[in-house]
């Protein structure tokens, strides 16, 4: 499982096991085209190594955790874990 860093603007941050894998889910989520991207835009594995320095502060007052700790149980398919657009 890896996660993947999305930015175009905003940065959003996904699990999946591809990058292909990533793109389709956020698609789906997001009504989103291939086209709907440029130069700038950014797509990135981050190291599962800096997995437990990345906070996910939750916005709904529930506790704070640590991507690897959120990661925890999970192996198969696409799921989104936090933005900076909220």
């Known amino acids: 499982m890896k996660e993947i860093k999305l930015t175009q603007g905003e940065t959003e941050w996904i699990y999946a096991n591809t990058i292909f894998e990533a ?3 956020y698609h789906s989520i997001n009504d989103m085209e291939i ?3 440029d130069d700038e835009d950014d797509i990135n594995i981050v190291p599962e190594g800096e997995w437990d320095d990345m906070i996910i502060t ?3 007052g529930e506790e704070d955790t640590t991507f690897a700790n959120f ?3 999970k192996s198969t398919g696409a799921g989104f874990v936090a933005s900076t657009v909220y």
């Open 71 to 73: 990661m925890k149980g």
């Open 58 to 60: 939750n916005p709904d």
């Open 23 to 25: 793109l389709k889910y």
């Open 35 to 37: 086209d709907d991207y």
